[in-house]
T-cell receptor, first 116, second 114 residues
Framework: EAQVTQNPRYLITVTGKKLTVTCSQN?????MSWYRQDPGLGLRQIYY???????DKGDVPEGYKVSRKEKRNFPLILESPSPNQTSLYFC???????????????FGPGTRLTVL | GENVEQHPSTLSVQEGDSAVIKCTYS??????FPWYKQELGKRPQLIID?????GEKKDQRIAVTLNKTAKHFSLHITETQPEDSAVYFC?????????????FGRGTQLTVWP
């Protein structure tokens, strides 16, 4: 089954304790992205990756890191989490190179993070 | 970059009535406009999309219209049902220049009262 998976689904942590949220897709998509969702603010892009070893900042990258060592995986790293990073996080993937000029994006199930 | 604005932020309708959500975009090069539905606690799911070479698309009770000149597009839901209650997001994209990036509106909380 074609899907995007994220782990963990729920995480409660404390300020300053490094954490990683994993994201994996099995659709051979080149493009992957991380969003955070906060009430009233919609989906804001944190980082995105066009392909292996190619990453770039989205609209709200401060306090986050990413890496893209393999095509299927795109982990989100919070090296020193703070309470303002409490949010719902979504990973997404798509394929800009499938021959279509259009772009359906597939979302993971979400990770609800609470930083105390 | 692209800027997508969505209105209204909340919408309440009686079951059976129609609901309309409107979005505007700023980049005239955008050519793909998807709509996502997000139920409480779930991921956004694509419900319909429209591409810049058409002005309207329908799928059962859902329709989307696009006005490229005015740079706005709308989602229309007819004969609403309680299960239509969710947050709806519009988005815009131009694969030619931004490849995979989608620019989202802030969402509309639709509540359908029985």
């Amino acid at each position: 089954e074609a899907q995007v998976t994220q782990n963990p689904r729920y995480l409660i942590t404390v300020t300053g304790k490094k954490l990683t949220v994993t994201c994996s897709q099995n659709m051979n998509h080149e493009y992957m992205s991380w969003y955070r969702q906060d009430p009233g603010l919609g989906l804001r892009q944190i980082y995105y990756s066009m392909n292996v070893e190619v990453t770039d900042k989205g609209d709200v990258p401060e306090g986050y890191k990413v890496s893209r060592k393999e095509k299927r995986n795109f982990p989100l790293i919070l090296e020193s989490p703070s309470p303002n990073q409490t949010s719902l996080y979504f990973c997404a993937s798509s394929s800009p190179y499938d021959g279509s000029p259009y772009n359906e994006q597939f979302f993971g199930p979400g990770t609800r993070l609470t930083v105390l | 970059g692209e800027n997508v604005e969505q209105h209204p932020s909340t919408l309440s309708v009686q079951e059976g009535d129609s609901a309309v959500i409107k979005c505007t975009y700023s980049d005239s090069a955008s050519n793909y406009f998807p709509w996502y539905k997000q139920e409480l606690g779930k991921r956004p799911q694509l419900i319909i999309d429209i591409r810049s070479n058409v002005g309207e698309k329908k799928d059962q009770r859902i329709a989307v219209t696009l006005n490229k000149t005015a740079k706005h597009f709308s989602l229309h839901i007819t004969e609403t049902q309680p299960e239509d209650s969710a947050v709806y997001f519009c988005a815009a994209s131009n694969r030619g220049s931004t490849l995979g990036r989608l620019y989202f509106g802030r969402g509309t909380q639709l509540t359908v009262w029985p």
